[in-house]
């Protein structure tokens, strides 16, 4: 099991912020997320940057020029301003029906 999945399942496991929290439980709360990079500079060199915005790196795809992990929702907008850094969005679980679901083509 990687850090990534263990992340994923204390996430999934984890309670819920409250709606409106109180000043006392206005904790953040760190999502998982996909990062892109236009792959110009050394994956190491954005990874380090990276950390120090605030991101926690999971996995890197060196090849596709991704690398996965967790931040607190405050720290996107550092991240985005990462040399090398292309695109950010949040990681999503996908589920896909088996071929013979009546939902398949």
């Known amino acids: 099991m990687t850090e990534l999945d263990k992340l ?12 409106h929290p109180t000043a006392a439980s206005a904790t953040p709360r760190s999502r998982l997320w996909i990062v ?31 690398i996965t992990g967790s931040a607190e929702d405050q720290a996107v907008e550092q991240i985005r301003k990462v040399r090398g850094v292309v695109n950010i969005w949040p990681d999503t679980c996908l589920e896909v029906d088996p071929p013979t679901s009546a939902l398949s083509c």
């Open 8 to 19: 994923r399942i204390r996430q999934a496991t984890s309670p819920q912020r409250e709606a």
């Open 36 to 66: 892109i990079t236009d792959r110009t500079r050394p994956i190491r060199d954005v990874i380090r940057e990276l950390a120090h915005a605030g991101f926690e790196v999971g996995h890197v795809l060196e090849t596709m020029g991704g």
